[in-house]
């Protein structure tokens, strides 16, 4: 176990290593303490506190703005049937939808089926808004035997996979990311109906009841892993979920969150997992900081890290949280049942206060980088606002019923919100592969724009997508093949937005 996780079995190497650490942590804030006009150490009847500004708003050069309305500007107006069939066509997503007993064959226009049971089911407008009874593989009888027979969370997520990793190989993609940084967080819906799995909460869903949807963003705007969540149980409980359970080629090193996401439990276990944790606080002011040595002496911080971690415990407990690690890292237990177990009702396990007590000094590790680091600080913030718009782009599919989510059951809840979460991919790659021969077109006609403002492009847009009204499932010969639409003519584009052919 110990070397699957690059770890001692000595706690001792273990504890002088994080020793070695918080010293020079704390030295490096405290030598830049003057310099660091963001950061400021009060106290308030005799303790210290932390406060740090927010960070400005990062100022947008004339040149990127131009960019980015030239290139959205070009994109094609296109329906969301179409585009579901067109990135269908490129991807064959719809190839890993299979059915539930074994030895069917697939017909060939199971893929038309297939979106249209995907459409309905992540606009939320039922699967008579998309039957056609002169189409034999969309009349309602048809669909309704695709969605029973083909839709499940198993083949969700092996056709949301092939889409996260079509977009993993875009040339655009990679300049966002690698697909090493990821972002959690949840969408809440309302259920108006009768169910065991939905649950209270007056600040998200008033007098109603409701669920969380917790997703997984990379940093390449794909969605690669969501659980649904009755009510709003605290999030850090199924963040190790989405890292250790999720299926595409992606592999995720660093994970950010808001404040919701955040416990101390998790910090260990993330450390002794390799991964780096990394939430927005937001009450910075209120966070202990912590040493591993009471006579250590961190100067002006002296004070501010006045508070002792338990290294005994942890050293008593180094092989029993070796094997959990191990275990998690192997699939021999579920991430989610393991948070359960160590803070179980409310209560820390002796092994949950040894990962809290590690989970402490890397909580530490991280406040003092957090407050010293104004890049790091920003970059955690992109990431959460990548997830955030996410999340915009799919309440606008997500618009019929008044974006309530009426089903009973956690696994219906599960397959429409699985939906969700793959039309969302699908225009994400459709608007990056759009977006990327308009950037190739420009760069050849055009000086060449800052690498720094193609990091910055976002294929989170939707206003050229038509959602509402049509759901005409038909392509273009050409686009079927696999070719491209042509792009607008950027001199008319604004005469061509009132059209979606």
Same mark, same amino acid.
Request: charged share 20%; aromatic share 8%; proline share 4%.
């Given at each position: 176990?110990?070397?699957?996780?690059?770890?001692?079995?000595?706690?001792?190497?273990?504890?002088?290593?994080?020793?070695?650490?918080?010293?020079?942590?704390? &030295?490096?804030?405290?030598?830049?303490?003057?310099?660091?006009?963001?950061?400021?150490?009060?106290?308030?009847?005799?303790?210290?506190?932390?406060?740090?500004?927010?960070?400005?708003? &990062?100022?947008?050069?004339?040149?990127?703005?131009?960019?980015? !309305? !030239?290139?959205?500007?070009?994109?094609?107006?296109?329906?969301?049937?179409?585009?579901?069939?067109?990135?269908?066509?490129?991807?064959?997503?719809?190839?890993?939808?299979?059915?539930?007993?074994? =030895? %069917?064959?697939?017909?060939?226009?199971?893929?038309?089926?297939?979106?249209?049971?995907?459409?309905?089911?992540?606009?939320?407008?039922?699967?008579? @808004?998309?039957? *056609?009874?002169?189409?034999?593989?969309? /009349?309602?009888?048809?669909?309704?035997?695709?969605?029973?027979?083909?839709? *499940?969370?198993?083949?969700?997520?092996?056709?949301?996979?092939?889409?996260?990793?079509?977009?993993?190989?875009?040339?655009? +993609?990679?300049?966002?990311?690698?697909?090493?940084?990821?972002?959690?967080?949840?969408?809440?819906?309302?259920?108006?109906?009768?169910?065991?799995?939905?649950?209270?909460?007056?600040?998200?869903?008033?007098?109603?009841?409701?669920?969380?949807?917790?997703?997984?963003?990379?940093?390449?705007?794909?969605?690669?892993?969501?659980?649904?969540?009755?009510?709003?149980?605290?999030?850090?409980?199924?963040?190790?979920?989405?890292?250790?359970? !999720?299926?595409? @080629?992606?592999?995720?090193?660093?994970?950010?969150?808001? /404040?919701?996401?955040?416990?101390?439990?998790?910090?260990?276990?993330?450390?002794?997992?390799?991964?780096?944790?990394?939430?927005?606080? +937001?009450?910075?002011?209120?966070?202990?900081?912590?040493?591993?040595?009471?006579?250590?002496?961190?100067?002006?911080?002296?004070?501010? =890290?006045?508070?002792?971690?338990?290294?005994?415990?942890?050293?008593?407990?180094?092989?029993?949280?070796? *094997?959990?690690?191990?275990?998690?890292?192997?699939?021999?237990?579920?991430?989610?049942?393991?948070?359960?177990?160590? !803070?179980?009702?409310?209560?820390? @396990?002796?092994?949950?206060?040894?990962?809290?007590?590690?989970?402490?000094?890397?909580?530490?590790?991280?406040?003092?980088?957090?407050?010293?680091?104004?890049?790091?600080?920003? *970059?955690?913030?992109? %990431?959460?606002?990548?997830?955030?718009?996410?999340?915009?782009?799919?309440?606008?599919?997500?618009?019929?019923?008044?974006?309530?989510?009426?089903?009973?059951?956690?696994?219906?809840?599960?397959?429409?919100?699985?939906?969700?979460?793959?039309?969302?991919?699908?225009?994400?790659?459709?608007?990056?592969?759009?977006? &990327? %021969?308009?950037?190739?077109?420009?760069?050849?006609?055009?000086?060449?724009?800052?690498?720094?403002?193609?990091?910055?492009?976002?294929?989170?847009?939707?206003?050229?997508?038509?959602?509402?009204?049509?759901?005409?499932? /038909?392509?273009?010969?050409?686009?079927?093949?696999?070719?491209?639409?042509?792009?607008?003519?950027?001199?008319?584009? &604004?005469?061509?937005?009132?059209?979606?052919?």
């Amino acid at each position: 176990m110990a070397r699957a996780l690059d770890r001692s079995t000595d706690p001792a190497v273990e504890l002088d290593r994080l020793r070695q650490q918080v010293r020079a942590a704390y &030295q490096e804030v405290g030598a830049n303490l003057a310099d660091n006009t963001a950061l400021q150490v009060l106290e308030e009847d005799g303790q210290p506190y932390i406060v740090l500004t927010p960070l400005a708003a &990062q100022a947008e050069s004339a040149g990127l703005t131009r960019l980015r !309305q !030239q290139l959205s500007a070009r994109l094609p107006p296109v329906e969301l049937a179409a585009l579901l069939l067109e990135v269908a066509a490129f991807t064959d997503f719809t190839g890993a939808f299979t059915h539930l007993a074994d =030895g %069917q064959p697939a017909t060939a226009d199971l893929p038309l089926s297939l979106c249209a049971v995907l459409l309905a089911q992540a606009c939320n407008i039922g699967l008579k @808004s998309v039957a *056609r009874p002169e189409v034999p593989a969309l /009349t309602l009888p048809h669909l309704v035997w695709v969605q029973h027979n083909y839709l *499940r969370v198993e083949t969700l997520t092996a056709a949301n996979a092939r889409l996260v990793d079509a977009q993993a190989q875009l040339p655009l +993609a990679q300049h966002w990311g690698g697909g090493e940084v990821a972002s959690a967080d949840g969408m809440r819906f309302v259920v108006p109906v009768r169910t065991i799995h939905a649950g209270w909460n007056r600040k998200y869903y008033a007098a109603e009841r409701g669920i969380t949807y917790y997703n997984f963003t990379s940093d390449q705007f794909s969605g690669f892993h969501g659980i649904v969540i009755p009510g709003t149980l605290r999030d850090s409980l199924f963040l190790l979920a989405g890292l250790l359970e !999720q299926q595409t @080629s992606l592999d995720p090193r660093e994970i950010m969150t808001d /404040t919701h996401g955040f416990s101390e439990v998790v910090f260990g276990l993330f450390a002794l997992l390799g991964y780096r944790f990394s939430p927005r606080l +937001a009450d910075l002011a209120d966070q202990r900081f912590w040493r591993l040595e009471k006579e250590d002496d961190y100067g002006p911080l002296n004070e501010l =890290g006045r508070h002792v971690v338990n290294a005994r415990l942890i050293a008593e407990h180094w092989d029993d949280m070796l *094997r959990l690690a191990g275990s998690l890292k192997l699939g021999k237990v579920k991430a989610t049942a393991v948070m359960r177990t160590l !803070q179980r009702a409310g209560a820390l @396990s002796g092994l949950g206060r040894a990962v809290a007590e590690l989970g402490r000094v890397e909580k530490t590790l991280y406040l003092l980088a957090y407050v010293q680091d104004e890049a790091y600080r920003r *970059r955690i913030l992109v %990431q959460l606002n990548r997830g955030e718009g996410r999340h915009a782009v799919a309440r606008a599919v997500f618009h019929g019923k008044k974006g309530e989510l009426r089903q009973r059951y956690r696994e219906g809840m599960e397959d429409q919100l699985g939906a969700l979460g793959l039309v969302v991919n699908a225009v994400v790659l459709w608007n990056t592969r759009y977006l &990327q %021969q308009a950037l190739e077109e420009h760069q050849a006609t055009e000086e060449a724009p800052e690498p720094g403002d193609v990091a910055r492009l976002s294929p989170l847009l939707h206003e050229h997508v038509n959602m509402l009204g049509r759901y005409d499932f /038909t392509l273009p010969e050409r686009v079927a093949a696999g070719e491209l639409r042509p792009l607008r003519n950027l001199a008319n584009w &604004q005469e061509q937005l009132v059209e979606f052919p």
